[in-house]
């Protein structure tokens, strides 16, 4: 298995061949209506910070963990059907060296949110170690239900807001 940044071209490859509950996923959380327009959307998501993960010279996945707020993290991957030939190596990475170093430099959340029916990223996302948390009703466009997941430290208690405890133990 190889990681590198993730191209445009690896974006777009991958894009091009990923798994049709990954396009629904996708198409339910997007603007786009177009594979193509949904491609450039890709593309300018994950080119900057996301990374292209592959076996030989066939790319299979693209992902990425994203702060969007202040320790919180958030999971993103989209893949061809040759993924099971790299979930074993790349659950090792993604454990190793993307979340533990986070969580080891103060995140105290990471989140994923799945279409209610894409049940092959769900075993993944709880293989990461992230749980179910709440069914998400009409969260896409055309009113799909998601799951929510996260994973969440124990103990963790926020600065007081108006003198009250922002945590309870």
């Not at 080119?47 to 592959?54: E, F, I, R, T």
């Not at 010279?57 to 320790?71: D, F, K, L, T, Y």
Request: charged share 20%; with cysteine.
């Amino acid at each position: 298995m190889w990681v590198e940044a993730a191209t445009p071209e690896l974006i777009r490859r991958v894009a091009g061949t990923m798994r049709e509950s990954d396009l629904r996923e996708l198409f339910a959380l997007s603007w786009n209506d177009t594979p193509a327009e949904l491609t450039a959307a890709l593309v300018d998501r994950y080119a900057p910070a996301g990374l292209a993960v592959g076996a030989g010279s066939e790319p299979i996945a693209i992902g990425a963990v994203v702060q969007h707020r202040p320790r919180v993290l958030t999971l993103g991957l989209f893949a061809t059907n040759a993924f099971g030939t790299i979930a074993a190596p790349l659950s090792r990475f993604v454990k190793r060296q993307l979340l533990a170093p986070a969580i080891a430099d103060g995140a105290h959340r990471i989140e994923a949110a799945s279409w209610a029916l894409h049940t092959a990223a769900h075993r993944w996302i709880e293989f990461l170690g992230l749980r179910r948390e709440a069914v998400c009703q009409k969260f896409g466009k055309h009113g799909e239900d998601f799951i929510q997941f996260a994973w969440v430290k124990d103990n963790v208690c926020a600065t007081r807001v108006r003198d009250r405890p922002a945590c309870r133990h």
